[in-house]
């Protein structure tokens, strides 16, 4: 038998991933101020790429949050 579609606890989820993926960025971006000048270019550009899309999906996620409460 299924599991019932239970959904209370979607907006703390949502807001824990939300803090999760502002750590990342956080993290990688304290990386590249510690040791971007010996990091690869096309590295750093990736990374800084990767922070763009987190910043977007944190976007879609805010207002995932707003839309359960």
Do not use: W, Y
């Not at 019932?4 to 907006?11: E, F, G, Q, T």
């Not at 101020?33 to 899309?53: C, F, L, S, T």
Request: avoid cysteine.
């Amino acid at each position: 038998m299924a599991k019932p579609d239970d959904r209370s606890d979607n907006a703390e989820r949502i807001k824990q991933n939300i803090a999760n993926t502002e750590q990342k960025i956080q993290e990688t971006e304290d990386l590249i101020a510690a040791h971007g000048n010996e990091m690869d270019e096309h590295d750093k550009q990736d990374i800084e790429a990767k922070n763009e899309r987190r910043e977007t999906s944190i976007n879609a996620l805010r207002h995932e949050v707003e839309d359960e409460s």
